[in-house]
């Protein structure tokens, strides 16, 4: 099997998954109980936020647990725009984000918030002076992807939070969800005052995540019930999932720290080899403003379904836009904001890797394409 859906989702470590199992059979108390079984789930908890908290290099009172990225960026969003509603209703965000983000922008337009989107160019930044000439007295957020799951572009978080700082009572918020372990952002030095990730795009188990909310951020609940998680999210705390997200993390920064070029290696072989297909064209970039896991490609006038089936038969799994959106037939709507045009965006196949993908594994996904893609086209025409 050669697995390419990475920013889709990933495979959990082993040890993430002892880790799960050890903490649901060991420590399976409700860390609110006041009996020692509670304690010890407790326990558990603090030491998993202790360990996030670090690796994140915040503190830990400052690490709110989610089910994740969805919930974070609704979090962060929502909980901003309601809660600070008084000192204005002017939003920023842009016009790539994730649906998490879009949708949730769109249901505040709704409720009378309005909303900056901004553009991008053809290799999907904003512009920083476009953010600067967006910035208003009511304005109260800008939250931005940091890398777009679809095409792999980075924004400048840093220019962006040297531009924010002068702005001092506007929130940023950052969905890092792509970015982290593979792109580094320090949340601190960048005046970020939220920062969304989620446990299962870096070998963690599926529905964990975490919010970094600065100290002293009030935050409008989306849940409403207990005290937990300082009261930003009520709720029994998941305790297995938040040990495995810590486990997931630190695992993964280790790899990243050792394999740090491994993935800038694997993505220009699958751009050197993309490149050499007649009629496939790569719309994703290489290089500093480009995070290193993530190519996208079109085949101009192909259905992408057709030929992500022809590789599913050969088990090679790859994606068409991102997860979530993948069931829609219309193009994505990432590359029409780049300008990419209808022909391009409808045709858009991504590929993901991880620090464990192999070398070998992208030799044998260019041959299986430079089999595939001639029949393709022979058929087309
Ligand atoms: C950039 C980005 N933000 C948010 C999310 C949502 O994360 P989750 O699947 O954990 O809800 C994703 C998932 O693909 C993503 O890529």
């Given amino acids: 099997m050669i697995y390419l859906d990475n920013s889709a989702t990933t495979k959990p470590y082993k040890e993430v998954l002892e880790t799960y199992v050890t903490v649901s059979e060991q420590y399976f108390g409700n860390p609110s109980s006041l009996h020692s079984l509670g304690l010890e789930a407790e326990k558990v908890l603090t030491k998993s ?16 647990f989610t089910s994740g990225g969805t919930e974070g960026n609704n979090l962060a969003i929502k ?3 309601l809660e600070h509603s008084s000192r204005g209703k002017h939003l920023i965000t842009s016009v790539i984000e994730h649906a998490s983000s879009y949708e949730t922008f769109s249901e505040l337009e709704k409720k009378g918030f309005e909303v900056t989107y901004l553009p991008v160019n053809q290799s999907g930044h904003i512009s920083i002076e476009e953010l600067k000439r967006a910035l208003r007295s009511d304005t109260v ?38 970015g982290i372990t593979k792109v580094p952002v320090h949340l601190k030095n960048n005046h970020i005052d939220l920062c969304t990730i989620s446990g299962h795009k870096f070998h963690g188990v599926k529905g964990t995540g975490a919010l970094y ?15 937990q998680e300082a009261r930003f999210r009520a709720g029994t705390e998941n305790v297995p999932g938040m040990a495995a997200l810590a486990k997931a993390l630190r695992m993964s920064t280790d790899k990243a720290q050792e394999r740090k070029d491994h993935l ?6 699958a751009v050197n080899g993309l490149q050499e297909i007649d009629g496939v064209v790569v719309n994703s970039g290489i290089g500093d403003r480009h995070a290193p896991h993530i190519v996208n490609f079109s085949i101009p006038g192909a259905k992408p379904e057709v030929i992500i089936q022809a590789l599913s038969h050969q088990q090679v799994y790859v994606s068409t836009k991102s997860a979530c959106s993948s069931k829609l037939s219309s193009p994505s709507r990432i590359l029409m904001e780049m300008g990419l045009g209808n022909k391009r965006a409808e045709s858009a196949i991504r590929i993901s890797f991880s620090y464990d993908t192999k070398n070998e594994e992208i030799e044998a996904f260019i041959k299986v394409m430079k089999k595939e893609v001639p029949k393709l086209l022979q058929v087309m025409r």
């Fill in 49 to 64: 936020r202790e360990v996030v908290a670090k690796l994140l290099g915040v503190q830990s009172k400052e690490v709110i």
């Fill in 141 to 178: 957020l800008v939250s931005l992807i940091h890398v777009n799951n679809e095409t792999g572009a980075a924004q400048p978080i840093e220019e962006i939070g040297k531009v924010l700082k002068e702005y001092p009572k506007v929130f940023f918020h950052v969905d890092h969800v792509q």
């Fill in 264 to 269: 800038i290696q694997l993505q220009q072989k």
């Fill in 213 to 227: 909310v600065r100290e002293g951020i009030t935050l409008s609940p989306m849940l409403h019930g207990g005290v």
């Fill in 79 to 81: 909980g901003i725009a």
